[in-house]
Every structure is written in C-alpha cells, then in structure tokens.
C-alpha cells in the first residue's frame, strides 16, 4: 500500500527557464509537505539530473532556449524503458498538449494552473509511479 509519507518523500525535479515559475512551483510542492525537491533551469541538465537521481515525477516546460522539452524528453527515453517517462509538461500554450503527450509526456498542466491542479495532478502522478515501481520490484525487473 503507497501512503501518503511516500509520496511525499518522492524525488521531483523541476524544469523550467523562468526562475518565477520555479519558484511557484517549488513553493507550492512544498508547502504541501514534499520534501524531496530539485530544480534547474537549464534543461540541458536535465538527463544527466535524472540519470544521477532517478526522479520519480520531472516537471517540465515546453519552451526553453538551447534544449525545449520536447528534446529533453527525446533524451530521457535513454534512461527509462518504454514509455515510462515521469513527466508532467506544464506550458502556456494548451494547444501543445497533444504533442507533449505523444512526446511521451504522461500529463499536461495548461498555464496558468491553480494550486489545486497541480496538487491533484503530482500527487496522482507519484502514486501511479510508486505502484509502477512495486510491480516491478515483485516481478523482479525494477530499473530504479
């Protein structure tokens, strides 16, 4: 059973060019009480971030210069097997939704969100990762 100190205890990364939306974010998570906490604003860490850290939930914006999220994800696919990347794409621009999730986005947030949203929405994602990990784990294949 995934309880609540689980998923609170899940390691998020943050992603996003603009240090306000950082900021929000991070205030939101943890005043909400989780603990684990990472941030960048330069996606061109991102996949060294998650191959060091295998962050359960990386939330991520869609336009950032250098490297958009669409080519962060293209590069986390090297890292996690199949279609299991533990992203949340959260952008400005709703028409970009169906592209992030065929990108491989598991969730789409429209800005500008409500706290209640993204409350809902990465607490739905850490407990659907949690129980994916368990069922790797009692099947003997876990990659974490």
Known sequence: MISSSDILHC?????DDQEANVLLIERILRGAGYISITST?????VCEL???NRYDLILLDLEMPNMDGYQVMEGLKEFEPGDDLPVLVI???PSHELRALQAGAKDFISKPYGLAEVLARVHYMLEV???QKELQ?????TNA
Not at 41 to 45: L, Q, R, T
Not at 137 to 141: F, H, I, K, L, S
């Open 137 to 141: 784990r009692r099947a003997g294949t």
């Open 91 to 93: 952008s400005a621009h």
């Open 11 to 15: 390691k998020v990364l943050i992603v």
């Open 41 to 45: 604003m330069d996606s061109g860490e």
């Open 129 to 131: 990762r949690l129980l």
């Open 50 to 52: 998650h191959r060091n």
